[in-house]
């Protein structure tokens, strides 16, 4: 071959392989159109609707206040308002623990040293999950008098996205003055050689996680730089301290991330810890440097995970403690305006601070368990196997003591001196006796504020009202400021206890039932606040409860007194309770209670002991009784699992159960056996592909679930259609034809904003009030604030509503109808890495907080969909973990949390029914049932019980191989983020037998088409009901849209096409040419 | 055997190189391919199919060469080579973007995905560097000396 011939040989060789690869990315790209549009900030199609009525874009909008002259929405003004608001969020949520001798507030122009990794690298959000995004204003920034402004442009400060790198878009962002997002910083005079020293020493350290360890892991290390290492890194560290010597505040921090857990001993080799959630040697050196040095020492508190802090609390050269959480991108200066006494901290603890993490029961089982008979569990599925492990459990033995409820209740048995509640079981701080005092560091909802504090007071009777299934109290709380300089607001938490029957049915000796906050009172000043009391959410559920009609279990009352108090926080309340009966310092007590904070109730109940009437049937109308029987080990193996009983704290402390297995019932069910296809149901009767009508989705607009035009619209859709919208449930849905639901992007993540930044919508781009394209913050990311326990911990209700409203407006400009979240499991452990996505140990605030953002939420049509429903309770195994309680355990304390959120009974009026219209299932099972296939969890207890109808979604690919079982449970969509695909079922199977769905598959199935249906009509119900009405009319459609990416590996493919024929003629001209020659 | 080597120039041997580094690629093929849950796409045996049928081309095409056959077959062939690793590119890509967004996501501490992704990556990246070596002896004298 000779030269000219070898050229175009090669030419077309190159040709060839572009030409090979440009089709291979190409049809890659078409098939990942969806995050390569959000990660590029392309636009692939968009909506188009004839909108000559001018009706779209009204119903949900941004108010007037945050739109230019032109009509769109200013970014800026936007911006402003986050900041505003993650500010106020963190200078509400943080909580004063500790504070000696007016140690807190500083003086302006204090001369301050930060200490600590995090005082330079603060935790301002969680790694996933619920993460933060973007540009922060770091906590140096917001306490250093030199510093005025945002710094959004300095990349050091900026949280990298999973969708969208915005390190290379920040340089465009506007900045704020801090006197335009609600006033100066703290103005303190900064140290700035430790500021340096830890820049120098910061390593790899992030503004966010990640845990960065698993539960069997032996490694986790917070990496905190040793005094060493800061001398090192700046000669004259320790002179600094002196001449910055006013404050040292000391930050101590904990990250928290989804997928991962802390694990029991899960600690690297020399880190001066043997617990990661003890202080290291490296972190108690700085607070020893700090005490020798500083007149002030401060240590806040950075973290979601409790830290144990017991030894902080007791050392008197420690004058104030400050948990600060994880605070957002802006939380910073909510903090700072603590420290500068600008804000009175008014938040309350959302999770008890035990000394030693290990003093819970819960502990007892918690991390990584696998059946004996792992090898037996074989439930095939072409769809990421390894990923849904099948066969791992854990024991949640500790009945309903988790958390607070735990610890005061023992408290509460220590001071009757009954139940071997003093033995030492279970004691971590003693080897022969369990003393309160000794196992508890800061309670639950227990919170300072600045000068004298507040007064609270009961005022008169509460207004009961019992009539049928309804119980409430209305109690009016006076709270008077008794500071004189000092201006500031309290929160209200009211307790409730139920009489307790030894033998009978364990109950918590204490229980939060409602809370609110005041208004920024000024010193002497008064507010009454009414606290309503919903007296389901002190009920007890009877498992064992005879119904009289062939089943068990109901909620009850029991006859007896009932004692109602408000405190600061849970201890607070027991102890006022427990001075109500007559106790005191000298029976036991730990400090003097105050008994005219109390309401003792005496609760008669005419038709004998146990009130099992009045919450057995729901406000939803429906009978209650066992749907969870599986739950519990000893339904499959009597007498194996000993569950913590109250009346014998010794005898029934938790073991570990480390070695289980599967008895043939339960194997069935580990293997996926729930549902069989039936195969000679006469099912002419359901109507599929009726054209007798020709609804549209946006004719039902705001209509109600009963509308009869529902039944029409759904008899329009063809059975695959139905089939369709489950199998692609977010974050992509299908185009449904037969109704005009467009295809689009209508879910994301997560509860602290939404996982996308300002240009990622192609829905909204033609709205009057839509970001324009070339906005110079077009790539700011909307994930900003504060983690979820600060969201909780503020105890203001309106707060977190206020949240839900933001996040909700965020909604309407993305034309986003429905988010992934909140995060709503609650802390069973403090070792869940988790524990960041979540509000609280406790179901009611973890509930009232997800009600209140949810309600929020709707205001501007966002759908919130809290998750994980249910029993998410660690992430170690997350994927088709079984976890194993009673069912009165499931109900009164996950179930709790999600049955408050999704009733929304609090804003019912007569003519609406406000309730949850989303929710998203666990990938864990509930006892060994996979909960997406539970359907006593998802038609039962959810739809039937508390009338959910809604959006109920997998997580994300959960139980793709069991769809008729999730089908026949009731769920009403998968989650397929990253598996999207309009070709079909290919990866689903139908149930363990692994045949692919289809119409033929269901075509004798009665069960399971009715099931279609009822889902099909919960999702469009929640459509229907949600922001994506503002964009949608009888005309709208999709339409394709050219984007750059897209003519790029066209032009590739059509270039290198033509070159590879080009070429080889050429390379066959010139060989024959040379031919010729020859 | 050593005459033929004597025939062999640079060229020559940057062929061999590419035809052992696109063997690398089918074994660790293979290797990905076999993970217990891991097979890659819904047709594996598809794209085993193809990425044979690329790996039998070079091997032919070498030793057509060496059999002083025409030249022209040999580059048919690792034409036809190329085709089959432009296809496996996107189809490993295909069906393991899935698989990469969960590890870097929630599904962090899965051993054998981590194991799967990265024999893919490293089976794609082989075969793109044998491709590589191909196109760039197409342009140069590949017959081997007389």
Redesign the interface.
């Known amino acids: 071959m000779k030269k000219n011939a070898r050229k175009w040989r090669g030419f077309a060789y190159a040709a060839t392989l572009l030409l090979a690869l440009g089709i291979s990315a190409g049809a890659v790209a078409e098939q990942f159109s969806t995050p390569i549009d959000q990660y590029l900030g392309t636009h692939s199609s968009k909506l188009v609707s004839d909108d000559s009525e001018g009706e779209l874009w009204s119903t949900y909008k941004p108010s007037a206040d945050l739109l230019k002259a032109n009509g769109h929405t200013d970014s800026e003004k936007l911006i402003k308002k986050f900041i505003k608001f993650g500010r106020r969020q963190a200078a509400e949520g943080s909580v004063l623990l500790k504070n000696e001798a007016g140690t807190l507030p500083l003086k302006e122009g204090s001369k301050v040293s930060l200490l600590g990794l995090r005082s330079h690298r603060m935790l301002q959000g969680a790694t996933m999950g619920m993460p933060i995004e973007g540009p922060v204003i770091t906590l140096e920034d917001a306490l250093d008098e030199t510093v005025t402004r945002t710094d959004f442009a300095n990349t050091h400060n900026v949280v990298k996205s999973r969708a969208k790198d915005p390190v290379a878009d920040v340089s465009k962002l506007s900045n704020f003055d801090f006197k335009d997002v609600g006033g100066d910083n703290a103005k303190f005079k900064l140290n700035p050689v430790t500021k340096s020293a830890y820049h120098k020493a910061e390593g790899t350290a992030t503004l966010i996680g990640p845990v960065n360890t698993f539960s069997d892991s032996k490694s986790y290390n917070p990496n905190e730089p040793s005094l060493d290492e800061l001398v090192a890194a700046e000669a004259n560290f320790i002179d600094s301290l002196n001449e910055y010597d006013d404050a040292a505040i000391v930050v101590v921090g904990r990250q928290s991330s989804e997928n991962l857990d802390y694990g029991k001993g899960g600690v690297a080799k020399g880190i001066g810890a043997n617990e990661p959630l003890q202080l290291t040697a490296n972190e108690k050196a700085i607070i020893e440097e700090a005490k020798s040095h500083a007149k002030k020492v401060i240590v806040l508190v950075n973290t979601a995970s409790q830290i144990e802090i017991g030894d902080l609390k007791k050392d008197p050269k420690i004058g104030a403690i400050l948990w600060v959480g994880m605070p957002g991108n802006y939380g910073t200066l909510g903090i700072a305006d603590i420290l500068s006494g600008k804000v009175s901290p008014s938040g309350g603890l959302s999770d008890t601070y035990a000394t030693s993490n290990l003093s819970a029961p819960a502990m007892m089982n918690m991390g990584n368990y696998d059946l004996t008979n792992a090898s037996e569990i074989k439930r095939g599925t072409k769809w990421r196997d390894n990923f849904f492990g099948m066969s791992h459990y854990v024991i949640e033995c500790e009945s309903i003591y988790t958390g607070y409820k735990y610890y005061e209740t023992r408290y509460e048995d220590t001071v009757y001196n009954r139940f071997d509640a003093k033995s030492s079981a279970g004691a971590t701080q003693s080897t022969t006796e369990w003393k309160y005092a000794d196992e508890v560091a800061y309670p639950f909802g227990y919170g300072l504020t600045y000068g004298k504090g507040f007064k609270q007071e009961l005022v008169g009777q509460p207004k009961i009202s019992h009539s049928g299934h309804d119980f409430t109290m209305d109690f009016d709380v006076r709270v008077t400021n008794l500071d004189d300089k000092i201006s500031g607001k309290s929160n209200v938490q009211l307790y409730g206890q139920a009489p307790y029957k030894v033998g009978g049915l364990e109950k918590a000796s204490v229980q939060l039932l409602a809370y609110d906050k005041t208004e920024v009172l000024k010193p002497g000043a008064s507010q009454t606040l009414t606290i309503h009391v919903d007296l389901q959410n002190l009920a007890s559920y009877d498992m064992n409860h005879d119904n009289g009609d062939g089943t068990k279990g109901t909620w009850v009352l029991d006859d007896g007194d009932y004692f109602f108090t408000i405190g600061n926080g849970a201890h607070n309340a027991i102890n006022n309770i427990l001075a109500k009966k007559g106790f005191g310092k000298n029976s036991g007590m730990d400090e003097e209670g105050d008994k005219s904070k109390v309401y003792e109730y005496k609760y008669d109940y005419s038709a004998g002991d146990v009130d099992d009437a009045t919450f057995s049937i729901t406000k939803n109308k429906t009978k209650v009784s066992n749907h969870l029987d599986y739950s519990q080990w000893n339904y499959y193996e009597p007498g194996k699992v000993t569950e913590l009983s109250r009346s014998k704290w010794k005898e029934t402390y938790p073991v570990e159960y480390k070695t289980m297995t599967a008895n043939a019932d339960m194997k069935k069910m580990f293997n996926g056996e729930y549902y069989t296809v039936k195969t000679n149901d006469d099912t002419s009767k359901i109507v599929w592909g009726s054209k007798n009508t020709n609804y549209v989705l946006s004719d039902l607009k705001g209509a109600s679930y009963d509308d009869p035009r529902w039944e029409d619209l759904l008899n329009q859709m063809t059975m695959e259609e139905a089939m369709g919208l489950i199998a692609c449930g977010g974050n992509e849905f299908r185009t449904i034809d037969s109704i005009k639901f467009p295809h689009g992007l209508y879910t994301e993540n997560s509860g602290n904003g939404i996982h996308l930044a300002l240009n990622g919508s192609a829905i909204t781009d033609s709205a009057p009030w839509a970001i324009e394209a070339n906005d110079n913050n077009a790539n700011y990311q909307l994930e900003v604030f504060a983690c979820a326990p600060v969201v909780a911990s503020s105890f203001n209700p309106a707060l977190q509503e206020e949240l839900g409203e933001i996040v909700g407006l965020q909604g309407v400009l993305m034309g986003l109808p429905i988010l992934w979240g909140p995060g709503l499991n609650t802390h069973r452990t403090a070792y869940n890495g988790r524990n960041g996505d979540y509000y609280s140990e406790d179901p009611i605030l973890c509930g009232v907080t997800a009600m209140e953002f949810s309600h929020g939420a709707l205001q501007y049509g966002l759908i919130a969909s809290p998750k994980h429903f249910a029993f998410n309770d660690q992430e170690t195994n997350r994927a088709g973990i079984a976890p194993f309680m009673t069912e009165q355990r499931a109900r009164e304390t996950e179930l709790r949390a999600f049955q408050i959120a999704v009733e929304s009974t609090k804003y019912d009026t007569e003519t609406h029914n406000e309730s949850m219209l989303g929710i998203m299932v666990s990938f864990s099972k509930i006892g060994p049932v996979e909960c997406t296939c539970s359907r006593g969890l998802m038609t039962d207890i959810l739809q039937n019980e508390w009338g959910f109808h809604g959006y109920a979604v997998t997580d994300i690919s959960d139980d793709m191989q069991l769809f008729s079982c999730v089908i026949n449970a009731g769920v009403g969509g998968y989650d397929v983020r990253g598996a999207f695909t309009e070709s079909g079922f290919s990866k689903y199977e139908s149930c363990v037998d692994k045949v692919v769905p289809s119409v033929e598959l269901y075509a004798k199935d009665a069960n399971i088409q009715n099931q279609l249906k009822r889902s099909a009509h919960n999702v469009l119900y929640a459509f229907s009901q949600s922001n994506l009405m503002n964009a949608t009319n009888s005309t709208t459609r999709e339409i394709f849209q050219m984007t750059w990416w897209r003519g790029l590996y066209m032009g590739i493919i059509i270039v290198s096409g033509l070159a590879v024929i080009g070429s080889l003629l050429m390379a066959i001209r010139a060989e024959i040419s040379n031919k010729g020659k020859e | 055997m050593i005459n033929i080597f004597k025939k062999l120039n640079i060229i020559n041997y940057l062929e061999i190189l590419a035809a052992l580094v696109a063997l690398a690629g089918y074994i660790l093929l293979l290797v990905t391919n076999s993970i217990?849950?891991?097979a890659i796409g819904?047709s594996p045996a598809l794209l085993v199919t193809f990425d044979t049928l690329g790996v039998i081309a070079i091997v032919a095409a070498l030793t057509l060469k060496v059999m002083n056959k025409p030249?022209?077959i040999s580059?048919l062939l690792?034409?036809v080579a190329?085709?089959t690793?432009?296809?496996n590119?996107?189809?490993v890509?295909?069906n393991r973007?899935?698989l990469a967004?969960?590890l870097?996501?929630?599904?962090?501490?899965?051993v054998?995905?981590w194991l799967a992704l990265k024999t893919s990556i490293a089976e794609i990246v082989l075969f793109?560097i044998s491709?590589?070596l191909?196109?760039?002896t197409?342009?140069?004298?590949?017959?081997l000396s007389k």
């Not at chain 2, 197409?138 to 017959?143: A, L, N, R, V, W």
Request: proline fraction near 0%; charge should be negative; charged fraction near 10%.
């Open positions: 217990q849950g891991y819904e030249n022209w580059s690792i034409l190329l085709i690793f432009g296809f590119f996107g189809y890509l295909y973007v899935a967004a969960n870097l996501t929630f599904d962090g501490n899965n054998l995905g793109v491709s590589i191909f196109t760039v197409g342009f140069f004298k590949t017959e």
